[in-house]
């Protein structure tokens, strides 16, 4: 945890070789349980595979080691062993340098220097877990390794690699921005007049409705209508008249 720590306050990353050597280990590790137990002849039958398996176009670690193969738990001729199968060490070097200009070719079509910053850069910081570009800092001091020490605006103080660093304009509050530019106002055109256009009158212009001024004071109650009975003459049927 001392380590990892460090290595988050300095921005370095550790060795990828090694990371990976270990991550194969585990691997090894957790393939070797059987039923909530270790299995140790598991374990021993698996590091006798990971010898014999070749690194990226090279040699297999027995073969850096011995000079030769080893036998393992899969079923091999005898006559595989031989000395006249096995490939001359020039040539497994030839792979593996092959292999290492290949990655370097690759890795290098997409690299480039970043260039240096001054003290007084307004940057942004990277986050090391989010990979966000959130902190925005100011550059205080220059480290010898193109590391820089960094003051926030709430006053805490980072070195951070140059890699973790982004340049950027600040904009200040306040300032004036661009003139929009406005469109260009239409030119009115003259209608043609005509004979029969002249001789009728012109048209009255309208005039603008007044708005009506608001009454302020109480508002009035709502008026309800008067129920009336009908005038309407009534006859009585003639059932009645006997």
Not at 25 to 38: E, Q
Not at 225 to 233: E, P
């Amino acid at each position: 945890m001392e380590f990892k720590n460090f290595a988050k306050d300095w921005g370095f990353s550790t060795n990828g070789l090694a990371e990976a050597a270990v991550k194969s280990m585990k691997k090894l590790i957790a393939g070797s349980w059987t039923a909530g137990s270790f299995n140790v002849d598991k374990f021993a039958k698996s590091l006798l595979l990971f010898r014999n398996a070749p690194r990226s176009g090279a040699a297999s670690p027995a073969q850096m080691v011995l000079n030769r193969p080893v036998r393992d738990a899969l079923p091999a001729h005898r006559r595989s062993f031989a000395p006249e199968w096995q490939q001359k060490t020039d040539v497994l070097e030839k792979r593996a340098r092959r292999a290492k200009e290949v990655q370097i070719e690759h890795y290098n079509k997409t690299a480039h220097s970043l260039p240096p910053l001054s003290i007084g850069d307004h940057v942004v910081i990277q986050h090391p877990i989010s990979k966000c570009w959130s902190t925005p800092a100011v550059v205080v001091e220059i480290g010898p390794h193109r590391d820089y020490l960094l003051k926030t605006p709430a006053g805490r103080l980072f070195r951070r690699n140059r890699r973790m660093l982004r340049k950027r304009i600040p904009v200040m509050p306040g300032t004036k921005s661009t003139p929009t530019p406005t469109p260009p106002a239409p030119i009115p055109v003259k209608p043609e007049t005509t004979s029969a256009t002249k001789s009728m009158p012109p048209a009255p212009e309208a005039s603008p409705k007044q708005a009506k001024p608001r009454q302020r004071g109480k508002p009035k109650p709502p008026t309800f209508a008067v129920l009336q009975r009908s005038t309407r003459t009534k006859k009585q049927p003639d059932r009645y008249t006997n």
